[in-house]
């Protein structure tokens, strides 16, 4: 992908409210890969996050907008330089 390059992904952008937004399409840093997603979970941490309950909003650790998962499985699309 180029640096103008844009990506679709799930935002949400405040408690109950997401949307699908084009975003700029991230690019692998020194020590880093980019990964193109095929498959997302949703897990309690998300719904807390979604629904506003998540003790990290609160407490100023997270904000929104943010781009939730961790359960995700893809396929390297990019890789950065570094170690190797």
């Known amino acids: 992908m180029g640096s ?4 679709r992904a799930f935002v949400v952008t405040g ?17 880093e890969v980019v990964v193109e997603v095929a ?5 309690g941490t998300d ?6 309950e998540m003790a990290y ?3 100023g650790h997270a904000a929104y907008p943010m781009r939730l998962g961790h359960e995700w499985c ?7 330089t570094g170690r190797g």
């Open 15 to 31: 408690p109950g409210e997401s949307a699908v937004l084009e975003v700029q399409a991230p690019s692998a840093q020194p020590d």
């Open 4 to 7: 103008g390059d844009r990506v």
């Open 47 to 52: 719904v807390e996050f979604f629904t506003g």
């Open 39 to 43: 498959r997302v979970g949703v897990c």
């Open 57 to 59: 909003l609160h407490d």
């Open 74 to 80: 893809g396929v390297v699309s990019g890789v950065g």
